[in-house]
């Protein structure tokens, strides 16, 4: 079992920023996952929210924001000592600090349409190439998972799964040639994990804070426990 890091390490750092993920880096851990969203000019950024209202604290939208712009926001609210700002990166600054990574989740956040996830795809395809072997795209979002069958993406792609609908998630994760599915922690039990791994789905369990559960999870065998306090972790699961 893996220990991926949620959005870098954002219970140990600021959450989706080049600090965090190089705080991660600097644990030993070489997995995580992190949320991506299309610019106003197409470029690629890494943040959770359509808004900079909570990680920032402006009020303003992502998808108006142009890759110049990225300097104004530095996304440490709630972290006032952190020691550096932390301005919205971009994904290929990101893949930059993740060079040596063995796992990387890529979950792309919900579009509007299929034309938005048709372009953001093709954008991801071309930055994110070079490293394919280590990249698993990951979302909630059909749309995005039509768009990597449609335009032949050789990328591994997962089902994100939050709504309790069973073995109907595990249907669709396969009619969409996905290699893994990311459940819900609330929704995981030994059950759900075998008929995931019956199917040929490696299991990615979000967001597991609890020692005693995440022990329990790997003994469910899953692959990738999703974490904020991947160094507690680190310190109480058996060697990986």
Not at 179 to 200: D, F, H, M, T
């Amino acid at each position: 079992m893996q220990i991926i890091g949620h959005r870098g390490a954002r219970g140990e750092a600021p959450e989706n920023t080049l600090g965090g993920f190089k705080y991660l880096h600097d644990l030993g851990v070489r997995a995580v996952e992190f949320d991506v969203r299309q610019l106003a000019d197409t470029e690629l950024s890494v943040i959770h929210d359509d808004n900079f209202l909570r990680t920032a604290g402006i009020d303003y939208q992502v998808k108006d924001c142009t890759q110049q712009d990225t300097q104004r926001f530095n996304q440490i609210k709630g972290w006032e000592f952190w020691h550096q700002t932390e301005p919205l990166p971009l994904l290929r600054q990101v893949m930059h600090v993740l060079k040596d990574f063995q796992h990387i989740e890529v979950e792309v956040k919900s579009v509007k349409n299929e034309k938005n996830a048709e372009k953001i795809v093709h954008t991801l395809q071309q930055q994110l190439q070079h490293c394919k072997d280590h990249i698993t795209i990951t979302s909630f979002d059909l749309k995005i998972l039509k768009a990597l069958q449609s335009q032949q993406s050789d990328f591994k792609r997962g089902l994100l799964v939050e709504m309790p609908i069973g073995e109907h998630a595990i249907d669709i994760a396969t009619q969409f040639n996905c290699q893994r599915i990311g459940w819900k922690n609330e929704l995981v039990n030994e059950s759900i994990v075998k008929l995931s791994r019956q199917a040929k789905l490696d299991v990615s369990v979000w967001t597991v804070n609890d020692i005693d559960r995440a022990k329990t999870l790997q003994d469910f065998g899953i692959q990738g426990l999703i974490t904020d306090y991947p160094k507690r972790m680190l310190q109480h699961l058996s060697p990986l």
